[in-house]
C-alpha cells in the first residue's frame, strides 16, 4: 500500500475509510514526525498504535468497533486528565472532526485551533473542561486531535486477531490507567512498545546503542519492519498520511538520540569545540551503527528529502502488499 504526496488529503481519507469494512484487522505503528519548539528540541517526534478492530466508547474505556467504525488510536500522555492512555476515534485524532466529509483540505492556525475546541466542547470536556469563564483551556490536550494538522504520520500496519483485540480491550480496560510519564523511560513510544509486543510479544525493542537505552518511535518503527521481515506470513503494509496544507509550519524530520545529538548544531559544536575525542566517539558509535544495521535503507529514505513514498516502497519491496486498488493505482 503506497501512498505519495501527490495522492494527497482525499485519497487518504478514502483509504481510512475503505479499511474500516476490510475482514481482517490491523495494528498500525503511527510515527509522527516532531514540530514546534518541543520538536526543534526534542526531534523523536510522537509514537502511537492505531487498532482497526477496536474503538473508544470514552477516550478511557475501550470497545470492539461496529460494522463502519475505523478504529481508534491509543497512545501515553503526559498531563491530560491524569490517566497514562487515552483514546480517540480515528478520524478526530487526525482531523479533529466526527466525519470525512468535515475535514478542511486547507488549515490555518486559527481553523485548526476553532476545531479542536469545538471537538473537545462535543466530546472530551471529561479530561479537558473549560477554563476560565468558559474559554478554551491551555495544556497538552491539543495532542489527542488534530494530528495531521500539525504532522507528516507514518503508519505500519501488521495484522491482529479477533482473539487478540478481545484479550487487548479485557486487559486495558480492567487495569489501573494513571499517568506515570517519563520522557526518558516511559514515554509514548514505550507505552507503543508494549501495545504491539502484547499481540507479537518480544516483536519491537529499544536500542542501547545508538538510544542510550531510551525508546524512540523511530526505533520502534524499525524493529516493527525487522520482526515483518523475518515473518512474511503476517500481512504488512505502510503507507504516509501528509500533513494537512495550509499555513502551519511544516513538521520536520525524525531522528533517534545519538543522530538527533550528532545532527544539532547547537548541541554538537559546543561538545566537539571543548570535547572532539567525545563527539568522535559518538560519531564513530552511530555510523558503525548505521553500517550494520539490516534496515539502514528505511533510516536513510526517513532522513532523506525524496518522497516518501520511496520509504514505503523500500519497506514493501520484500513484502507482499495488501490494499494496493484502494491507493488509487499507487499500490505497488
Not at 109 to 132: F, M
Not at 281 to 291: Q, R, T
Request: glycine share 8%; with cysteine; aromatic share 10%.
Amino acid at each position: 500500500m503506497t501512498l505519495s504526496r501527490r495522492n494527497g488529503l482525499p485519497v487518504v481519507l478514502a483509504l481510512l475509510l475503505w479499511s474500516a469494512g476490510r475482514a481482517n484487522a490491523d495494528a498500525g505503528l503511527f510515527l509522527e514526525e516532531p514540530f514546534g519548539l518541543f520538536g526543534d528540541t526534542n526531534p523523536t517526534g510522537h509514537a502511537a498504535v492505531y487498532l482497526s478492530r477496536i474503538c473508544a466508547a470514552s477516550p478511557t474505556v475501550l470497545r470492539r468497533c461496529r460494522p463502519g467504525e475505523p478504529g481508534a488510536v491509543i497512545s501515553r500522555y503526559h498531563r491530560i486528565g491524569g490517566y497514562d492512555w487515552i483514546a480517540i476515534p480515528l478520524i478526530p485524532y487526525l482531523f479533529a472532526v466526527d466525519r470525512p466529509e468535515q475535514v478542511p483540505l486547507y488549515v490555518s492556525a486559527q481553523t485548526e485551533a476553532d476545531l479542536r475546541d469545538d471537538y473537545r466542547r462535543s466530546h472530551l470536556l471529561e479530561i479537558a473542561p473549560n477554563g476560565k469563564n468558559g474559554k478554551r483551556p491551555d495544556g497538552e490536550w491539543i495532542q489527542l486531535i488534530g494530528a495531521a494538522y500539525d504532522r507528516k504520520i507514518y503508519s505500519f500496519e501488521i495484522e491482529t486477531t479477533e482473539a487478540q483485540d478481545e484479550r487487548f480491550i479485557e486487559k486495558f480496560n480492567t487495569s489501573r490507567n494513571k499517568s506515570h510519564f517519563n520522557l526518558l523511560f516511559h514515554n509514548c513510544a514505550d507505552f507503543s512498545r508494549s501495545v504491539i509486543n502484547f499481540y507479537y510479544p518480544h516483536a519491537v525493542h529499544r536500542s542501547f546503542f545508538v538510544d542510550d537505552g531510551i525508546t524512540t518511535p523511530k526505533q520502534i518503527a524499525k524493529s516493527l519492519v525487522a520482526y515483518s521481515r523475518r515473518h512474511p506470513d503476517l500481512q504488512f503494509s505502510s503507507f504516509e498520511i501528509p500533513q494537512v496544507p495550509g499555513t502551519l509550519p511544516r513538521s520536520r524530520a525524525i531522528r533517534g538520540v545519538l543522530e538527533s545529538f550528532l545532527k544539532s548544531k547547537k548541541y554538537a559544536l559546543p561538545v566537539a569545540v571543548w570535547h572532539p575525542l567525545v563527539v568522535g566517539g559518538l560519531a564513530a558509535a552511530y555510523l558503525s551503527a548505521a553500517c550494520c544495521d539490516s534496515n539502514r535503507h528505511f533510516i536513510q529514505r526517513m532522513d532523506s528529502e525524496s518522497r516518501p513514498a520511496d520509504i514505503i516502497a523500500d519497506l514493501d519491496s520484500n513484502h507482499g502488499v495488501k490494499a494496493g486498488a484502494a491507493s488509487g493505482g499507487a499500490g505497488r
